[in-house]
């Protein structure tokens, strides 16, 4: 599976951005989709997820009702939509793919930069 990010800039805080992951290849066991983020000088931590079948979120507490997550089944894409943005959200926003048969996540696009100015 491949996937491809985009979306990401620079917003000044309380804006929004849209982030969009494509997948690609041998996406036939998609189970889950779910973006992750890395901060500077922290570790990769989960944002929100999605399974693919029955289109089930889930998010992060620091995320909750800010940000959305949706999926597109024909496109095989998946959307994080990304509002009233903190200094905080600042990071670098990975998209991944769970496999049906897999219990990680084990692909991963190439992340894209998200910058929220205060």
């Known amino acids: 599976v491949q996937l491809q990010a985009s979306g990401g800039g620079l917003v000044q805080a309380g804006g929004s951005l849209r982030l969009a992951c494509a997948a690609s290849?041998?996406?036939?066991?998609?189970?889950?989709m779910a973006w992750f983020r890395q901060a500077p000088g922290k570790e990769r931590e989960y944002v929100a997820g999605?399974?693919?079948?029955?289109?089930?979120?889930d998010y992060v507490d620091s995320v909750k009702g800010r940000f959305t997550i949706s999926r597109d089944n024909a496109k095989i894409t998946v959307y994080l939509q990304m509002n009233s943005l903190k200094p905080e959200d600042t990071a670098v926003y990975y998209c991944a793919v769970r496999n049906s048969y897999a219990l990680e996540y084990e692909y991963w696009g190439q992340g894209t930069l998200v910058t929220v100015s205060s």
């Open positions: 290849g041998r996406t036939f066991n998609i189970y889950s």
């Open positions: 999605i399974t693919w079948r029955g289109g089930y979120p």
